[in-house]
């Protein structure tokens, strides 16, 4: 069984950074991509940025140039460094890992992790 743990969320002011962490635990699993995405109320969850076990990154359009993911290989931990933060990046964010669980297609979610940005 494969699980990822999420951690690092909170209440920010407008304009702050907060960092976010995903552990990935178990075993018989090959990662190709871990990412993370958001969900505002009321709205549709989006992609905020991913990375493939070759390092290549894809950003969000409206994240791009604020945050900054990032992959620990020896931990299997991602991390998303969010910086200007702006009151539309309140939202639940979760972790993803995609890959194969022995032979089976993996696509593992986390439970989500709330940032709310305050004016």
């Known amino acids: 069984q494969v699980q990822l743990m999420e951690s690092g969320g909170g209440l920010v002011q407008a304009g702050g950074s907060l960092s976010l962490s995903c552990a990935i635990s178990?075993?018989?699993?090959?990662?190709?991509?871990m990412g993370w995405y958001r969900q505002a109320p009321g709205k549709q969850r989006e992609l905020v940025a991913t990375?493939?076990?070759?390092?290549?990154?894809n950003y969000g359009d409206s994240v791009k140039g604020r945050f900054t993911i990032s992959r620990d290989y020896v931990k299997n931990t991602i991390y998303l460094h969010m910086s200007s933060l702006e009151s539309d990046d309140t939202a639940v964010y979760y972790c993803?890992?995609?890959?194969?669980?022995?032979?089976?297609?993996?696509?593992?979610w986390g439970q989500g992790t709330l940032v709310t940005v305050s004016p």
């Open positions: 178990g075993s018989g699993f090959r990662l190709t991509a």
């Open positions: 993803n890992a995609r890959g194969y669980h022995f032979t089976d297609p993996l696509d593992a």
């Open positions: 990375m493939t076990s070759g390092g290549a990154t």
